[in-house]
């Protein structure tokens, strides 16, 4: 087994510490340049925001920290497939590469439910690879829900 990429282990290690604060565990991490520039987890309860998913936090961080709207030049890690809101911010947000770890058959937006960047209205397609750290996401996840069944 190849050792995980090191955005998918931030992006991971950001959802565990989301899992430890009772958030849905997922984490996300934005590259530019092959630097992580940055980190968030899933966080709507604690900020009290149904937005605040892992994706939508690290693209606000990362446009605050570059002082632009365009994230032109980076890639997106997420531990999980992005839900349609998020699709459409990474669309909105020009993100060049997306990698995720686990499909998500009933929210995911990217090879599930409506297939978000394969639709005629969206105006950015990023180039999308999956399955990346899939194992250690699902089981995340799996481990999360089953601790609250």
């Given amino acids: 087994m190849f050792p995980l990429p090191p955005p998918m282990r931030a992006a991971l290690d950001a959802a565990a510490k989301a899992a430890q604060a009772g958030e849905v565990p997922v984490g996300a991490v934005v590259v530019r340049g092959g630097d992580v520039i940055a980190v968030a987890a899933n966080a709507p309860r604690a900020l009290r925001d149904p937005t605040a998913h892992a994706e939508m936090l690290a693209i606000r961080r990362a446009a605050a920290v570059l002082e632009r709207d365009r994230l032109d030049d980076c890639d997106l890690w ?40 394969g639709q005629p209205t969206c105006h950015h397609r990023p180039e999308v690879y999956s399955g990346i750290g899939e194992r250690e996401a699902s089981d995340l996840l799996r481990g999360f829900f089953a601790a609250r069944r």
């Fill in 78 to 117: 997420v531990t999980l497939e992005p839900c349609a809101m998020c699709a459409g911010a990474i669309a909105h947000a020009r993100i060049v590469r997306l990698y995720y770890g686990a499909s998500d058959a009933k929210g995911g937006a990217v090879e599930h439910g409506p297939r978000f960047f």
